[in-house]
């Protein structure tokens, strides 16, 4: 079948076209569960433990000490702009870039 051109060069459809009816239905198929091993198990295995409420709680030591320092500096950062009357909005978070 020849294809018609209109004259902006786009194909003029048949009438037909858009009269076809194709049923839709689901299909039946058997469910199954697969469990694999995900991201999860393999790079947060070390930090974090999975609680069967579905919690997580940090087993690592060293990241809970990185965090308190975190935590220690941002308070100090903060304590530091109202005293000095600054805004608030210039705390600069800290980003390790070359460091873990």
């Known amino acids: 079948m020849p294809v018609e051109l209109d004259k902006d ?11 076809n009816r194709y049923l839709l239905k689901p299909v039946k198929a058997e469910y ?4 694999r091993a995900g991201w999860k198990d393999y790079f947060l295995r070390d930090i974090w433990e999975l609680l069967p409420t ?9 990241v ?11 308070l100090a950062k903060i304590a530091k702009q109202i005293l000095t009357g600054k805004n608030l909005m210039e705390i600069s978070f800290p980003v390790p870039i070359f460091g873990e």
């Open 9 to 19: 060069r786009l194909v003029i459809l048949p009438s037909s076209y858009l009269k």
């Open 32 to 35: 199954k569960l697969i469990k």
């Open 54 to 62: 579905g919690e997580l709680r940090c087993i690592n030591t060293q």
């Open 64 to 74: 809970l000490k990185k965090q308190h320092g975190v935590l220690g500096y941002f």
